[in-house]
């Protein structure tokens, strides 16, 4: 009987050191994100389109719980770019490169917070700036400026638990992001550029 009780007891501490993410935890993660812009834009005078080259990048994100099923998503990381305007009057002209850093917070809500698979939807609003801009030598563009932008976002995933501390996330979000763009001081650029972006990583509570 003892040892009954014993292995019991066991089975249930075991259990509940597994306790996942609660009120009041930080969570970190730690990824790979694949950002695939789905790009389109209305290019004056000139018309044609433009085309944003894919981006593999690490990522931190931090989150907050403020219940066991509501949580706050900071995501940190900066993705780098070319670009090129295409079919337009002028050819195809080769806009160089920019980076972006895109911000994102996202409000969660989590499904099965006492579960080892757990998933969560969330939503929010992203602020995406413009920066280290550098155009080909040579090339028909011969000056660009990006407006930094505001948009929303929206996001699904999940973490699986590796032990009562650390686990593995998937999460895809879409992240609204548009830009006037000026070109050669004469040249407009509406551009949406719309990313989804799938991650997969590690994280650990605290």
Do not use: C
């Amino acid at each position: 009987m003892n040892k009954l009780f014993l292995t019991t007891a066991l089975v249930a501490l075991a259990a509940a050191s597994a306790a996942d993410a609660a009120e009041g935890d930080w969570v970190f993660r730690l990824r790979a994100l694949s950002v695939a812009p789905s790009e389109s834009a209305t290019i004056t005078p000139i018309g044609g389109d433009v085309d944003i080259s894919n981006s593999v990048v690490p990522e931190l994100d931090i989150s907050y719980f403020f219940t066991d099923h509501f949580a706050a998503e900071l995501i940190l990381g900066v993705t780098p770019h070319d670009v090129m305007a295409v079919n337009t009057a002028a050819g195809n002209v080769d806009l160089g490169s920019v980076t972006l850093l895109p911000p994102t917070l996202t409000f969660q809500y989590h499904f099965q917070p006492e579960a080892s698979f757990r998933p969560y939807v969330g939503a929010g609003v992203n602020y995406t700036v413009f920066f280290n801009d550098a155009l080909p030598t040579g090339g028909t563009a011969t000056s660009i400026s990006y407006d930094n932008s505001f948009g929303l976002a929206a996001q699904i995933g999940a973490d699986i638990d590796l032990n009562e501390t650390w686990f593995l996330n998937v999460d895809l979000k879409w992240v609204d992001i548009n830009t006037d763009v000026t070109i050669n001081n004469t040249i407009m650029a509406d551009v949406d550029i719309d990313p989804w972006i799938f991650g997969i990583g590690i994280g650990r509570r605290f």
